[in-house]
């Protein structure tokens, strides 16, 4: 993997930034140390940006997931600086949206187009993160507006939060549920049991995906070496 992001490459790149972030969450939850919820809104903008970059191959979504990192750059900002509560539900709004376009623009670019290699491999295990993120902010979300909707999951701040959130929604969207967390709304129960039948269907469709790329994939060399051989 080369020091510059290309298109044989980006999404080495996307994929590491989107573990970092989950990995800063859980540490800042862990370690209780008041720079690293600085840092971790740092790490936040910081894989906006290789998002931004990784997709800039994109043009369709490059200014409008732009238009979106930079909106939520300066809430973060607002947020520090004067401490408007109110600038949360925005700003995870703002997320949810610039990791769904982001996950619309990576499908477009690797399911059932061309060949496979091993960068849209990668891609589809962004994809996978990203899906787990966007129901993450999802529960987040609701519990801003019903703060009792899950049992083992209490209302705080955000970013206090996003670690137990992004715990639950993997856990839902493997279907594992270790039930140490639990919807309560109805809901919430919806919405949980959506990302649960998401997950399965994801697989279905990258598992059909990588076999139909492979199987263009040996035709075509099938037909190069007949065409040599004529």
């Not at 910081?46 to 970059?53: E, G, I, K």
């Amino acid at each position: 993997m080369a020091g510059k992001i290309t298109a044989e490459n980006n999404f080495y790149y996307m994929t590491l930034a989107l573990i970092v972030l989950l990995v800063s969450a859980s540490l800042d939850m862990v370690l209780e140390i008041k720079w690293l919820d600085a840092l971790f809104q740092v790490l936040t903008i910081l894989t906006f940006v290789v998002c931004l970059v990784s997709l800039r191959f994109d043009k369709a979504w490059y200014r409008f997931l732009m238009t979106l990192a930079v909106i939520w750059a300066v809430l973060a900002l607002m947020k520090a600086v004067f401490d408007v509560q109110q600038t949360d539900i925005a700003m995870m709004l703002l997320m949810f949206t610039f990791f769904f376009g982001t996950f619309k623009s990576i499908a477009r670019q690797i399911l059932f187009t061309g060949t496979i290699d091993n960068n849209k491999v990668v891609g589809s295990l962004a994809l996978f993160l990203l899906l787990g993120l966007m129901w993450a902010l999802l529960y987040l979300l609701i519990l801003e507006f019903s703060p009792t909707s899950f049992t083992g999951m209490e209302h705080k701040a955000w970013g206090e939060n996003f670690s137990n959130a992004a715990y639950f929604s993997f856990v839902t969207l493997t279907t594992l549920g270790y039930g140490d967390i639990s919807p309560v709304s109805p809901f919430a129960q919806v919405v949980v049991y959506l990302e649960a039948i998401a997950g399965v269907f994801y697989m279905a469709i990258v598992v059909a995906s990588l076999v139909g790329a492979s199987q263009s994939n040996q035709s075509s060399v099938s037909t190069s070496q007949e065409e040599n051989d004529g």
